[in-house]
């Protein structure tokens, strides 16, 4: 959030959300030791998972703001509710979609139901011809067991199972889907190289139990676990067949 703030310009609007409301003060806490011009920020507490029908002003709600008018840009084919109940009238006045950006740094893979539930519902809400997702994401070998994707890695790592065995074979996979949802211009990196080695050697100087995590996230890097950087772009034209 920072980085944008010192943008030049900085966004008019910026969101912030994370699930911990933890995580939120502290945000708020940085933020005013930080001058940020006139941008007018907004720190939410909320899951990432938009659900349409339910979430009524969610930052993914194409009607958030609106109560009930849609902008005026957007192509979407299904409007998610056929009117708005009491709940919409007590929602603040805020800046809705579409966004500009939409950045998610290091924690995509957490996400229920699956990566590309989210990455359907945030294409939604991106300016048609100029709004952009930005994110990381772990890509697991596709030769993860089931036992070790069902049941024993998701608790362990606070990861729906979709999310370990309904992923991409290879970073083409990975592109392919995004273009059947409606992305354009996807750009993957593989950024692994650089993310496990440095991973690992900042756990082992921890000391401790650390290390044994350190021989995981190697064992990991050894196993075709891939760390991702991943930007694409929503086209102009009207998105055709969204899906999760």
Do not use: C
Request: no cysteine.
């Amino acid at each position: 959030m920072l980085l944008h703030l010192q943008a030049s310009p900085p966004p008019a609007y910026l969101y912030g959300l994370t699930s911990l409301a933890s995580e939120s003060e502290q945000a708020a806490q940085l933020l005013e030791r930080t001058p940020h011009t006139n941008t007018s920020v907004e720190l939410i507490t909320s899951s990432a998972t938009y659900r349409p029908g339910k979430d009524v002003g969610h930052v993914l709600d194409p009607m958030r703001g609106f109560l009930g008018r849609r902008f005026a840009d957007s192509d979407i084919d299904d409007d998610p509710y056929d009117s708005m109940d009491e709940e919409a009238e007590r929602l603040p006045s805020t800046t809705p979609p579409p966004y500009d950006l939409v950045y998610v740094l290091d924690a995509i893979y957490h996400f229920p139901p699956a990566v590309p539930y989210f990455l359907a519902s945030v294409i939604k809400v991106l300016r048609p011809g100029s709004g952009v997702i930005a994110y990381t994401d772990i890509l697991p070998p596709p030769n993860v067991g089931a036992l070790l994707g069902n049941l024993l890695l998701p608790p362990l790592l606070s990861v729906p199972a979709r999310n370990l065995v309904s992923r991409p074979g290879s970073i083409q996979k990975y592109v392919e889907l995004l273009n059947e949802i409606g992305y354009e211009d996807v750009v993957i990196e593989d950024w692994s190289g650089d993310v496990w080695n440095g991973f690992a050697s900042n756990l082992r100087e921890r000391g401790f139990l650390w290390r044994q995590v350190a021989r995981f996230v190697e064992a990991a890097d050894r196993s075709g676990w891939k760390f991702i950087a991943v930007r694409a772009k929503r086209p102009e034209s009207p998105l055709a067949g969204v899906s999760a």
